[in-house]
């Protein structure tokens, strides 16, 4: 992924029984590698990053996934030469199969390995969205069902692009795609390419949620933390379309009460709900919107 000869590191400590969400962790924030040890009553995780982006922009991310544990705290970072690993470090991403038609693989896997289904390029360490994490998998496996021919999409925190690339691939006609972080939007145009996306197709910028998000949309994404979830549900019914279908996910399944009862006071309904692991995601319309034929 980088012909540099060090990769930054991020050092993460917690109590035992926070384990389950370090190892969260490590799929959610893109990094390319991870060290588990225990240290007397906590746990932690190195977690390791290239170094084609900052520091900074690693750092960032880990906090922002952070925000719901405030006992989980960073120790130290910074920067170590390539390890024995970083020769094998994509043995770790093998084709994925999610769904019933669709399977993630990297740049460099043979198209043959595809056995019948779709593919969907990603290049995995660059940006959150990889299609190996639980959280990801959900709402790809919710778009099989919903992309129709000519589509219009939002995708919000839009990471890799693999949500909407995905939609695209599915037969979506066109896509706003949206993330607060400008880092992503070089790996976005890289997964693009990949996938043979006609950029024309595609409205990429950095924003914040909706704010600059004109529907109308058939169709919104959103795979994003609680809080800015929370955040965004009271402005969804001005950009979803009368009949669209807003999908959200990186929830963990212990969040469901609370999203569910914010959803109902911002007019939506949910409909189709998925649950792998620890995580959840769920389909919503707005509330008493006529049926899809």
Not at 186 to 193: G, I, L, P, S, T
Request: a negative charge; glycine letters at 8%.
């Amino acid at each position: 992924m980088t012909q540099d000869n060090f990769w930054w590191y991020i050092t993460v400590e917690a109590r035992k029984d926070r384990e389950e969400f370090l190892v969260s962790l490590a799929d959610l924030s893109g990094c390319i590698g991870a060290e588990m040890s225990e240290a007397e009553d906590n746990v932690r995780s190195r977690l390791y990053f290239v170094c084609s982006s900052p520091l900074e922009r690693w750092n960032k991310v880990i906090m922002e996934l952070m925000l719901p544990y405030p006992d989980v705290r960073i120790i130290d970072m910074g920067r170590v030469e390539n390890r024995e690993w970083h020769t094998k470090w994509k043995d770790a991403f093998p084709p994925k199969p999610v769904g019933s038609k669709l399977i993630v693989m990297a740049p460099w896997h043979d198209a043959g390995v595809s056995d019948g289904r779709l593919p969907v390029r990603i290049d995995p360490g660059s940006a959150f969205g990889t299609g190996y994490h639980e959280s990801t998998q959900i709402v790809l496996e919710l778009l099989e069902d919903l992309v129709s021919p000519g589509a219009r999409v939002a995708d919000i925190g839009t990471g890799s692009g693999i949500l909407f690339i995905t939609a695209l691939l599915l037969g979506a006609g066109s896509v706003t795609a949206r993330d607060v972080d400008p880092a992503v939007m070089d790996e976005v145009r890289k997964n693009m390419q990949f996938n043979n996306i006609d950029p024309a197709l595609v409205d990429l910028a950095p924003g914040n949620l909706l704010d600059d998000v004109a529907g109308p949309v058939d169709i919104l994404t959103a795979n994003i933390l609680l809080e800015p979830l929370l955040e965004m549900l009271p402005n969804v019914r001005k950009v979803l379309s009368p009949e669209g279908t807003a999908v959200f996910s990186g929830l963990l399944v212990k969040e469901r009460d609370r999203f569910l009862e914010m959803l109902h006071a911002a007019g939506l309904s949910e409909e189709t709900e998925l649950f792998s692991g620890e995580w959840w995601g769920v389909t919503a319309r707005i509330h008493g919107a006529p049926s899809r034929g």
